[in-house]
């Protein structure tokens, strides 16, 4: 499991094929969102990639 709390990184993530679990609010700040998506190699590798 990888929590991602910005919207734009998540649908690049999910534009590129990336399985996305659940989203949930932040339980510090229940005003943001959190996308939550399954680790693989891939997801690694195009977090990498677009935080760059």
Request: charged share 40%; proline share 0%.
């Amino acid at each position: 499991m990888q929590i991602i709390r910005n919207y734009n990184d998540a649908n690049k993530l999910l534009d590129k094929g990336n399985k996305l679990i659940k989203i949930d609010r932040d339980r510090n700040n229940r005003k943001y969102l959190i996308f939550i998506f399954e680790k693989t190699d891939k997801l690694m590798k195009d977090l990498k990639d677009i935080t760059k």
